[in-house]
Nanobody, 115 residues
Framework: QVQLVESGGGSVHPGGSLRLSCAASGFPFSRYVMSWFRRAPGRERVLVANVIPSNTTTYLLDSVKGRFTAFRDNDKNTLYLQMNSLKPEDTAVYYC????????WGQGTQVIVSS
């Protein structure tokens, strides 16, 4: 059974940091491109980052470049999103999924950036 479990979200002040994790099981994680998406309140889901099996980030949303880093640990079947210098516009539910088919989704983890 495929499972993706995101964690690490929370409420932070602008300028703060969070590290999100996505623990995967039930499929050969190390062979899949993995992605982070986010959905802000009242908006469509947006692709944030893609990380290929070799741990290279092949896509990063323009508005997070220089602040977010996506990476993975294939030994731990885990995808990460390090988020620094957070802004209120980063407030969203963050999800991980496989790319490009996006067959598998986690439940998401809420990030709130507010003063």
């Amino acid at each position: 059974q495929v499972q993706l479990v995101e964690s690490g979200g929370g409420s932070v002040h602008p300028g703060g940091s969070l590290r999100l994790s996505c623990a995967a099981s039930g499929f050969p994680f190390s062979r899949y491109v993995m992605s982070w998406f986010r959905r802000a309140p009242g908006r469509e889901r947006v692709l944030v980052a893609n990380v290929i099996p070799s741990n290279t980030t092949t896509y990063l949303l323009d508005s997070v470049k220089g602040r977010f880093t996506a990476f993975r640990d294939n030994d731990k079947n885990t995808l990460y999103l390090q988020m620094n210098s957070l802004k209120p516009e980063d407030t969203a539910v963050y999800y991980c999924t496989n790319w490009p088919r996006t067959e598998y989704w986690g439940q998401g983890t809420q990030v709130i950036v507010s003063s």
